[in-house]
T-cell receptor, first 114, second 115 residues
């Protein structure tokens, strides 16, 4: 089983639509979870952390299900500027000396169409 | 300068060349990383430095040699690379607190082409 698995897409949605991405992870000891956004030929940027109780940041909602080792990202009222690749990221394994790796999924590509 | 800066942004090198990638962070972080991103693959961790000591080397070929002279600077020295090493090389930094983790800040990357 891949460490962090995502549907690569692409997801092509019209402006204003609601779209959801899912992600599963294999390391049950993981403690921290994130969604990153990567624009074409740019570096990944932190979109939001994912908390156990679920969390919302404007049009973005993240959910975590530890029992199923599953993370989701919901985007409401999609904008053209939301077009990007969304990376699911999981903390672990431990690298030593207080350092943890982040394990990245391959990403899900979103295209928002006018 | 703020955040994480990488130079050069683009690099074309021959297989017999020697070059270095540079990364500098202005965030006061104490851990730095090199990642490789190839087309259609997830980001691959290459090296981790925590408190200026290398703590992880994910079986990276010896033609890649990292150097971390202080907590703000990280280098990746390249020599006798192969065409398959062409990729986006990303530097990142973070603040480590006994395993508590707040995500990384990435530099804009160096797009490397080996000819």
């Amino acid at each position: 089983r891949k460490e962090v698995e995502q549907d690569p897409g692409p997801f092509n949605v019209p402006e204003g639509a609601t779209v959801a991405f899912n992600c599963t992870y294999s390391n049950s000891a993981s403690q921290s979870f994130f969604w990153y956004r990567q624009d074409c030929r740019k570096e990944p940027k932190l979109l939001m952390s994912v908390y156990s109780s679920g969390n919302e940041d404007g049009r973005f909602t993240a959910q975590l299900n530890r029992a199923s080792q599953y993370i989701s990202l919901l985007i409401r009222d999609s904008k053209l500027s939301d077009s990007a690749t969304y990376l699911c990221v999981v903390n672990g394994p431990y690298s030593g000396a207080g350092s943890y790796q982040l394990t990245f999924g391959k990403g899900t590509k979103l295209s928002v169409i006018p | 300068e703020t955040g994480v800066t990488q130079t050069p942004r683009h690099l074309v090198m021959g297989m017999t060349n020697k070059k270095s990638l540079k990364c500098e962070q202005h965030l006061g972080h104490n851990a730095m990383y090199w990642y490789k991103q190839s087309a259609k693959k997830p980001l691959e961790l290459m090296f981790v430095y925590s408190l200026e000591e290398r703590v992880e080397n994910n079986s990276v070929p010896s033609r890649f040699s990292p150097e971390c002279p202080n907590s703000s600077h990280l280098f990746l020295h390249l020599h006798t690379l192969q065409p398959e090493d062409s990729a986006l090389y990303l530097c990142a930094s973070s603040q480590e607190q006994q395993g508590a983790y707040y995500g990384y800040t990435f530099g804009s990357g160096t797009r490397l082409t080996v000819v």
